[in-house]
């Protein structure tokens, strides 16, 4: 059984820096792949950051450039560096774990079998 906590969310000023972190126990990297999402206030769901099928980083749009997502194997630890924030990241950070030989799109959240409980993260 897969569970994943988040933790490392908090406030920051605009150009400030924090890391969130996503524990994941029970996981097999083999079988799943761990991908970050967010969701501001009024607003859909979003993925972040992700390893695709072929190991690749995948990153929306807003954040490339800015957020790296890493993996610690042996923490059993995804991490997700955000730097440059500005006040339109702020929202409740997920981790989430899917399996790993799916085909569908990296960031379509309903493929996703386990979820953390969220950290926030607020930049003003």
């Known amino acids: 059984h897969v569970q994943l906590v988040e933790s490392g969310g908090g406030s920051v000023q605009a150009g400030g820096s924090l890391r969130v972190s996503c524990v994941a126990s029970?996981?097999?990297?083999?079988?799943?792949?761990v991908g970050w999402f967010r969701q501001a206030p009024g607003k859909k769901r979003e993925g972040v950051a992700g390893?695709?099928?072929?190991?690749?980083?995948r990153y929306v749009e807003s954040v490339k450039g800015r957020f790296t997502i890493s993996r610690s194997n042996t923490s059993n630890t995804v991490y997700l560096q955000m730097d440059e924030l500005k006040p339109e990241d702020t929202a409740m950070y997920y981790c989430?774990?899917?399996?790993?030989?799916?085909?569908?799109?990296?960031?379509?959240?309903?493929?996703?079998?386990?979820w953390g409980q969220g950290t926030q993260v607020t930049v003003s």
């Open positions: 989430a774990a899917r399996r790993a030989d799916l085909t569908t799109e990296l960031f379509r959240a309903d493929v996703y079998s386990y």
């Open positions: 029970g996981i097999r990297w083999s079988i799943y792949r």
């Open positions: 390893y695709d099928n072929d190991g690749s980083l």
